[in-house]
């Protein structure tokens, strides 16, 4: 059974920094892709960023790039999200996604697998 | 950017209700378009890909149609399970797409 579990959510003021996790099992890492999505409370969703299977194609949302960094760690079965310099407007569920082929580029991409998601309030 | 936009945003319905939800996209996009179920406080779930596929496990009574720029997802006889709300998802413009604004179902 394919399971992701995020963690590292928190409550932190703007300008401060914050690393998601996910944990991912039931499936052979090295042959997806894994994407970021995210829901600010009573929302709608938002893709953040996504991460080949080999790391070598990464893609931001416009309003996260340069200040968000997604990584994987194929061996430790885990995907990351960095997030430097929040802004208010960054407060929502954070979901780890599989996608469903290798690469972030490929058009018949969809998310198959969700995590349970964690929240960021950015909050002074 | 590809705009989704889903409609209606939100509808009443009784269990056994036959019910449509439409998706227009701001320009082309084939059949690059996926449908979601959400329930309130879960993670979305995958119904739909490639405009009319089933996702494995998701009962028949869901179905996806559409080509271009229209898509609809039809729930047959909705059941007391179903009712959540759905976002369709094109991924003609990647990395990761668009998704529409979600249409919410509830109980009548």
């Known amino acids: 059974e394919v399971q992701l579990v995020e963690s590292g959510g928190d409550l932190v003021q703007p300008g401060r920094s914050l690393r998601l996790s996910c944990a991912a099992s039931?499936?052979?890492?090295?042959?997806?892709?894994l994407h970021w999505v995210r829901q600010a409370p009573g929302k709608g969703l938002e893709w953040v960023s996504g991460i080949s299977w080999d790391s070598g194609s990464i893609a931001y949302l416009d309003s996260v790039r340069g200040r968000f960094t997604v990584s994987r760690d194929n061996a430790r079965k885990s995907l990351y999200l960095q997030m430097n310099s929040l802004r208010l407007e960054d407060t929502a569920f954070y979901y780890c996604?599989?996608?469903?082929?290798?690469?972030?580029?490929?058009?018949?991409?969809?998310?198959?697998?969700w995590g349970q998601g964690t929240l960021v309030t950015v909050s002074s | 950017d590809i705009q989704m936009t889903q409609s209606p945003s939100s509808l009443s319905a009784s269990v056994g209700d036959r019910v449509t939800i439409t998706c227009r996209a701001s320009?082309?996009?084939?059949?690059?378009l996926n449908w979601y179920q959400q329930k309130p406080g879960k993670a979305p779930k995958l119904l739909i890909y490639a405009a009319s596929r089933l996702q494995s496990g998701v009962p028949s009574r869901f179905s996806g149609s559409g080509s271009g720029t229209y898509f609809t997802l039809t729930i047959s006889s909705l059941q007391p399970e179903d009712f959540a709300t759905y976002y369709c998802?094109?991924?003609?413009?990647?990395?990761?797409?668009?998704f529409g604004q979600g249409t919410k179902v509830d109980i009548k």
């Open positions: 320009q082309i996009i084939s059949i690059y």
């Open positions: 996604a599989k996608g469903s082929s290798m690469s972030i580029t490929n058009v018949l991409e969809y998310f198959d697998n």
């Open positions: 039931g499936f052979s890492l090295d042959d997806y892709a």
């Open positions: 998802h094109q991924t003609y413009n990647t990395p990761g797409g668009t």
